[in-house]
C-alpha cells in the first residue's frame, strides 16, 4: 500500500480535523496528488488536489472555503486541514495520486490508501 492515512476520526459538527498520508514507493512531489472521500451509499467524490507542477491548489464547491490541502516534501507527507466540519462530510477519507491533471473534468487515480473514518455529528 503506497499511502498510509492517519488522523480521521470522531467530531461534533462546527470542529476541525487534521489528516495525514505518508507515501512510500515513490515521491510525492512528482505527481499530481489530493483527497477524495466516499460516503455510504454516494459515489466518490474528489475533495482536493495539489498540482506537482506550480502547486496550485483546488477544491471542490462543497469544501471551498473550509478545507486546505498541503505537503511536506521533507516527510513526503500530505495532509488535509479540514475546519467548520459539516455533517454532510462524513465519510471515508482516502489520499491518492493522480493519473490526469487536477483539474481536469474526469479526475483519475492510479494509487490511494485504505482511508481514514471521519465522522461530523450534528
Known amino acids: 500500500v503506497p499511502f498510509v492515512e492517519s488522523g480521521g476520526g470522531f467530531v461534533q459538527a462546527g470542529g476541525s480535523l487534521r489528516l495525514s498520508c505518508t507515501a512510500s514507493g515513490f515521491t510525492l512531489d512528482y505527481y499530481n496528488i489530493g483527497w477524495f472521500r466516499q460516503a455510504p451509499g454516494k459515489e466518490r467524490e474528489g475533495v482536493s488536489c495539489?498540482?506537482?507542477?506550480?502547486?496550485?491548489?483546488y477544491y471542490s464547491d462543497s469544501v471551498k472555503g473550509r478545507f486546505t490541502i498541503s505537503k511536506d516534501n521533507t516527510k513526503n507527507r500530505m495532509y488535509l486541514q479540514m475546519n467548520s466540519l459539516k455533517p454532510e462530510d462524513t465519510a471515508v477519507y482516502h489520499c491518492?495520486?493522480?493519473?490526469?491533471?487536477?483539474?481536469?473534468?474526469?479526475?483519475?487515480?492510479?494509487?490511494w490508501g485504505q482511508g481514514t473514518q471521519v465522522t461530523v455529528s450534528s
Open positions: 491518492a495520486r493522480l493519473d490526469s491533471s487536477c483539474d481536469s473534468g474526469q479526475v483519475r487515480y492510479d494509487y
Open positions: 495539489i498540482s506537482a507542477s506550480d502547486g496550485s491548489t
